[in-house]
């Protein structure tokens, strides 16, 4: 059993920059990582992807060059630093857990409770 809590969300103006954390309860060595998030009324969408080792990234072709997903295995928290924030980037993020690495939110067996950023102009 894995328990994600995420932070670092908050409101910022547009071309500013945050940093989420998701902190594990539990090893997540096993397990690839995920952010993901959700804007109102549309789907939950796939960010970026980390592999068990960080060797392997993948990102959302919205956020590629904007955003950097990281781990540290040590503390077991997964980061996503995201630079130069546009207004649909405003959503619920949430970071998820699973055996394999996917851009299927469908594979991810344990999620956060997500957390709001919001861009504004």
């Known amino acids: 059993q894995v328990q994600l809590v995420e932070s670092g969300g908050g409101s910022v103006q547009t071309g500013g920059s945050l940093r989420l954390s998701c902190e594990a309860s539990g090893r997540t060595l096993s397990y690839a990582m995920g952010w993901f998030r959700q804007a109102p009324g549309k789907e939950r969408d796939v960010v970026a992807t980390?592999?068990?080792?960080?060797?392997?990234?993948n990102y959302a072709d919205s956020v590629k060059g904007r955003f950097t997903i990281s781990r540290d295995n040590a503390k077991n928290t997964v980061y996503l630093q995201m630079n130069s924030l546009k207004s649909e980037d405003t959503a619920i993020y949430y970071c998820?857990?699973?055996?394999?690495?996917?851009?299927?939110?469908?594979?991810?067996?344990?999620w956060g409770q997500g957390t709001q950023v919001t861009v504004s102009s």
């Open positions: 980390i592999s068990t080792s960080g060797v392997v990234r």
């Open positions: 998820a857990a699973s055996t394999r690495s996917s851009s299927d939110y469908g594979a991810y067996a344990y």
